[in-house]
């Protein structure tokens, strides 16, 4: 059984940063993509970042430049860093990992989602 614990979130005033975490836990044999995705009530839930097994990292245009994502493998996890936070990046962030539990089963799986709220 895989899991996913995220943390990190919190409320920020505009401007500020803040840092989410999510460790993958459980039967892993590899793990292969590692993301971060958020969704706002009555909206899709969207891309964030996206970083390989090897490193190679993509953000969605508004988050670029302000977003850093990485990865630690030895640990399983996958870090946002979020700086310039900006009111409308107030949502729900949700940890995502593309993994094998064995040689020959692949899935993707979610974390509970950690709630963002940038306010003054």
């Known amino acids: 059984q895989v899991q996913l614990v995220e943390s990190g979130g919190g409320l920020v005033q505009p401007g500020g940063s803040l840092r989410l975490s999510c460790a993958v836990s459980g039967s892993i044999f590899s793990i292969n993509a590692m993301g971060w995705y958020r969704q706002t009530p009555g909206k899709q839930r969207e891309l964030v970042a996206t970083?390989?097994?090897?490193?190679?990292?993509d953000y969605a245009d508004s988050m670029k430049g302000r977003f850093t994502i990485s990865r630690d493998n030895a640990k399983n996890t996958v870090n946002l860093q979020m700086n310039s936070l900006k009111p409308e990046d107030t949502a729900v962030y949700y940890c995502n990992v593309d993994l094998y539990v064995t040689k020959w089963s692949r899935g993707r799986y979610w974390g509970q989602g950690t709630q963002v709220t940038v306010s003054s």
């Open positions: 970083i390989t097994s090897g490193s190679s990292t």
